[in-house]
């Protein structure tokens, strides 16, 4: 495995259910972690971030972590990869 591949691979990781999410976004904690749309959800009471563990207020009429192009971009390469891997099996 690509060490680099890896640590793309943990920038995208959601820190909750520790899986590639197939869409995620970005908590409003102070260090803009990112966590996948489910999570989020289940995240909704505790306002602390699971990376982190800054408290975070969601901002009202906020359901869903905050779009980030970035993370979108890494989530894209990452089920790319996934994709190819299938295949060459
Ligand atoms: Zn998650
Ligand atoms: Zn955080």
């Given amino acids: 495995m690509d060490p680099a591949n890896d640590d793309l691979r943990d920038e995208v ?3 909750v ?3 590639i999410p197939r869409s995620g976004g970005l908590l409003p904690c102070p ?4 966590i996948c749309v489910d999570c ?4 909704r ?7 982190c563990r800054a408290a975070y207020v969601v901002p009202q009429g906020m359901t869903k972590p ?3 192009p ?7 390469q990452m ?5 190819l891997v299938i295949f060459a099996y």
């Fill in 70 to 76: 970035l993370a979108d971009k890494l989530l894209d």
């Fill in 66 to 68: 905050r779009p980030s």
């Fill in 45 to 51: 009471r505790r306002k602390v971030c699971p990376e």
């Fill in 13 to 15: 990781t959601c820190p």
């Fill in 79 to 83: 089920t790319f990869q996934c994709r």
């Fill in 40 to 43: 989020f959800d289940r995240l």
């Fill in 31 to 34: 260090n803009s972690h990112l």
């Fill in 17 to 19: 259910c520790l899986e």
